[in-house]
């Protein structure tokens, strides 16, 4: 079973940049889909990004496509996503999961999370 740690959220204004790192135990992370996902006070956890465990294929929310960029280094066991252009509407908390299932854009197909990282954008 792989175990998740998110880290690098914080505050930031507007227009400016982040990088959340996520951490994985165990020897199956390559094996993973992985995703990053948020979740603002009083709303819906949401789909923020995706790359697959094979080919480094990755998948965007239309609201973070061109300012969010998902990686990973399976060598280091970590998955990436560099934030950039910032908003407002950015913040949330951010988590990172895994999933078995190639595609995995629903937080329903994620089986493993890890604790969450807030993330705030000062206007």
């Known amino acids: 079973q792989v175990q998740l740690v998110e880290s690098g959220g914080g505050l930031v204004q507007a227009g400016g940049s982040l990088r959340l790192s996520c951490a994985a135990s165990g020897r199956t992370f390559s094996r993973y889909a992985m995703g990053w996902f948020r979740q603002a006070p009083g709303k819906e956890r949401e789909f923020v990004a995706y790359i697959a465990a094979s080919d480094d294929r990755t998948r965007y929310a239309e609201s973070v496509k061109g300012r969010f960029t998902i990686s990973r280094d399976n060598a280091k066991n970590t998955v990436y996503l560099q934030m950039n252009s910032l908003k407002p509407e950015d913040t949330a908390v951010y988590y990172c999961?895994?999933?078995?299932?190639?595609?995995?854009?629903?937080?329903?197909?994620?089986?493993?999370w890890g604790q969450g990282t807030q993330v705030t954008v000062s206007s």
């Open positions: 999961a895994g999933s078995s299932i190639e595609g995995a854009t629903k937080h329903e197909w994620y089986g493993t």
